[in-house]
């Protein structure tokens, strides 16, 4: 059972003293009493395309080109991307300081039929910042070989795949952090002031701590007031130099300040490896998304890699563009015509942004004659079947209830100027939530943990 601090916990940076205990509540994280049916196929081809994926979002993160105008109807609209972008301009125009680059991400997908009846597996969206779970998630199969060997099936105990996620993200961080090359220098993790999902945290950093790799656990204000670049831009915080910055921080607006912004830019123009650089978090957009599922786009960016350009489109989902134009009023007619079958998405992470229903209704009718509206896409609705399984919540009484789930896998790498070094896909997470509640993960309240079992 694996364990997560209540909302009012304070954050001390670093491992809590004595007295701030009494201020700590901690809790259970939520999680399926079962385990959850997976067809193998799918998880197979989940885990067969996301190394396609790890290349495709470095190919974008260094495609300055493809990010301005792709992203150039999104940042007149969207303040929080166009901010990002802004720094990312700053950077390209200083130089790019950093020569290691570190990519830990995971890629988030639905089942649903085929017309013809067969499993589809169909991607909702990539993570490429804050990328979490990775850690509870290597938790989770202990729990359901418990559940499973109490209720005397052990056959089915034995067949809980194996998972160990936060081993294979902090793999990536420990060749990010080699490739280096100083033996002092830290792996910076920048944190939230009040972190509830702080023991998936841990997970990596006790694995980087066991290849005796040194984690220090900052927030941006904490960057801002004592962080430095020397005139070799190398960064230091607290006195010490900074190999790696983890952001487990800053993927949402309500996360900058003034003073946070100068912190960001402060850490990427520095040389040390960013993990997301911001040319990778501005990868990870739903802009960028809905563009790559465009005809040709894919081939442009992957060239000569057929193979890897079906199996990532085999993944896609009905993407459609609102930027101003006859595509955008089209594809606004279209889910105005259908609203169950959409999906109206934000520039934005961490769950419960997206509209579906009468609430996107709304919103469409609102922004179909403004240019807001580019600060959006529309995507197919993705109709997974539901399942019965019993959600384990704190303070909730368990229940049995009609659910879906959410198949997520992570994957590392770790490029050196123009050279891949490392490529993986390191593990899954799946996520589990009561068919009433349309958008939300884990850390909004609404999925839990889960298992796949494989069938």
């Known amino acids: 059972m694996e364990l997560w601090l209540q909302e009012d916990s304070l954050f001390t940076g670093a491992l809590p003293l004595p007295h701030s205990l009494l201020d700590q509540v901690v809790s259970y994280a939520p999680f399926t009493l079962f385990p959850s049916l997976v067809p193998s196929a799918l998880l197979e081809q989940a885990y067969a395309v996301q190394m396609d994926f790890n290349l495709l ?16 109807s999104t940042i007149k609209r969207d303040d929080f991307t166009a901010r990002l972008f802004d720094i990312h301009k700053q950077v390209l125009k200083e130089g790019i300081a950093q020569t290691v680059f570190l990519g830990l991400n995971r890629s988030d997908y639905m089942f649903q039929r085929n017309t013809d009846g067969s499993p589809a597996l169909k991607q909702i969206e990539i993570n490429t910042i804050s990328a979490s779970f990775g850690g509870l998630a290597s938790r989770t199969p202990a729990v359901h070989r418990h559940v499973l060997s109490v209720l005397s099936k052990t056959q089915e105990a034995a067949k809980i795949l194996s998972n160990n996620p936060s081993k294979g993200l902090a793999l990536g961080i420990a060749k990010a952090w080699e490739l280096y090359g100083s033996a002092n220098a830290l792996v910076l993790l920048i944190a939230q002031e009040k972190e509830r999902n702080i023991f998936d945290q841990r997970a990596i950093e006790n694995e980087l701590l066991a290849r005796n790799i040194h984690v220090i656990r900052r927030r941006f204000e904490d960057v801002s007031e004592k962080g430095s670049l020397d005139q070799d831009r190398r960064l230091f915080v607290d006195g010490q130099e900074v190999a790696v910055v983890y952001f487990r921080d800053g993927y949402m607006p309500s996360q900058y300040s003034l003073q946070n912004w100068e912190a960001r830019l402060l850490l990427e123009r520095s040389c040390a490896v960013k993990c997301p650089d911001i040319a990778t978090q ?81 919103a469409l009718e609102q922004l179909k004659d403004s240019e807001e509206r580019a600060s959006y896409i529309l995507m197919e609705k993705i109709e997974p079947e539901p399942f019965g399984n019993c959600l384990l919540r704190p303070g909730s009484p368990a229940r049995m209830v009609q659910c879906i789930s959410e198949l997520g896998i992570f994957g590392a790498y ?30 909004a309240g609404v999925a839990v943990l889960d298992n796949p079992y494989p069938v």
Do not use: C
């Not at 979002?57 to 301005?68: G, I, M, T, Y």
């Not at 599922?293 to 199996?311: D, F, I, K, T």
């Not at 955008?328 to 934005?348: C, E, M, N, Y």
């Not at 070094?421 to 997470?429: E, P, Q, R």
């Open 57 to 72: 979002v470095d190919a974008v993160s260094q495609n300055a080109a493809f990010l301005e105008q792709t992203l150039s």
């Open 282 to 362: 501005l990868a990870g957009t739903k802009k960028v998304q809905q563009e790559l599922s465009r005809v040709g786009v894919l081939e442009v960016l992957l060239p000569g890699q057929s193979e890897a350009v079906a199996r990532l489109r085999a993944t896609f989902a009905g993407l459609y563009s609102l930027d101003m134009g006859e595509e955008g009023d089209q594809a606004i007619t279209k889910a105005l015509a259908a609203p169950s079958r959409f999906v109206l998405k934000p520039q934005r992470e961490g769950g419960g942004n997206n509209l579906y229903g009468e609430e996107m209704v709304q």
């Open 414 to 443: 770790v490029r050196q100027g123009k050279t891949l070094v490392m490529n993986k896909h390191v593990g899954h997470l799946l996520r589990t939530k009561a068919m009433e509640h349309a958008d939300g993960g884990v850390a």
